[in-house]
């Protein structure tokens, strides 16, 4: 993707006419340079280490399924922890 295929996705964001002001504004303001960002950061990733971002979301994701259904205790006491922790955290800040 190139700097001018994100200024073109940002026009087009504005000018539609289907979706309403502030969806307009905020997949120009904020959706669309995110996704710019991702992109360039993939790409970086892939030609260092032969993986992308997208690639290995994707494999966390099959690999957390894989030990949903295999091993459902130690998937679940996983959320757990790691949800007990983010709350005591959270609610200490």
């Keep these: 993707m190139k700097w001018s295929d994100f200024i073109e996705m940002e ?3 504005l000018k539609d006419k289907d979706i309403n002001v502030f969806t ?3 997949g120009a303001a904020i959706v669309a340079p995110v996704y710019y960002a991702v992109i360039k950061a993939d790409k970086a990733l892939e030609t260092i280490t032969g ?3 997208i ?5 966390s994701m ?8 295999n091993h459902y205790w130690k ?3 996983k959320k757990l922890l790691r949800g007990t922790i983010k709350g005591v955290l959270g ?3």
Excluded: H, M, N, Q
């Excluded at 690639?55 to 494999?59: A, S």
């Excluded at 099959?62 to 259904?69: A, F, L």
């Design 24 to 26: 307009r504004v905020f």
């Design 91 to 93: 609610g200490s800040i």
């Design 55 to 59: 690639e290995r979301g994707v494999e």
């Design 11 to 13: 026009k087009d964001t």
């Design 62 to 69: 099959k690999k957390e399924e894989e030990e949903k259904k």
């Design 51 to 53: 993986k992308g971002i």
């Design 75 to 77: 998937w679940a006491g």
